[in-house]
């Protein structure tokens, strides 16, 4: 049996330097193959438990030299790794990309729909209040018209109506300079009336234009509130 040196300290308890100095004194027997040195051991040397104990670690250095032995990693491995990875990570990277475009397109189109839903109401809305807003001034312009006190010219020609019946008419109308000369009262308190009734003639119904001319037919009004100074 052959044992190599590191084999025969393990199962001697001697150290390497004890056995390499017996090997130069040649007190053991020993061999060279392929620059590993085996020292000749006979069987009849050992005890049958350490010759067991040394069969079987052989046997198992055997086995293991038998079985197949894993690739070491190498940098060209370790490269092509973090390469497939790379690769791998680029496309979740595309496929997370894609759908977050999709995602801000359908908010997009979401938001585009809201929007012309919010101009149709509002459009609805502006038409619905430009109608009412026509008709409230058609309203306005028909009330002013009516409010509008121009008189006719009466026409010099006679009436089937009596002159006296004339002449009661014509003292029922009075000019509003003529009436204010007759009234005892300071010139610029006529003047301050007067004001007062140019700037409300055409929204009081009671009172009359003419000509220019401002009328006032007392037979059917009451002018007191505007002539009380």
Known sequence: MRLTVDEYCKHFKMSKEMINSKLR???????IEDGVTYIIV???????????????????????KQMP????????????????????????????EAKIDKLIDDKEQMLREEMNKIEQVYSQKDEQLKNILELMNTQM?????????DVETVTTEDTPNTKEEKS?????????????????????????????FLAVYDKDIRIIKQNGKLYLNFSKYDYSDLLEY
């Open 69 to 96: 032995q894993k690739p070491k990693t190498t940098v060209a491995m370790v490269l092509s790794l973090y390469q497939k990875e790379n690769q791998h990570l680029k496309e979740k990277i595309a496929q997370l």
């Open 25 to 31: 004194a040649k007190k053991l027997n020993y061999i």
């Open 168 to 196: 009661k008419k014509e003292d029922e109308i009075v000019e509003l300079k003529e009436y204010l000369k007759s009234l005892d009262l300071e010139s610029y308190q006529r003047k301050i009336i007067k004001k007062r």
């Open 42 to 64: 006979t069987r009849s040397s050992l005890e049958a438990e350490k010759r067991e104990e040394i069969h079987r670690e052989k046997k198992e250095k055997r086995e293991e």
């Open 141 to 149: 312009l028909t009330q002013r018209s009516q409010t509008i006190h």
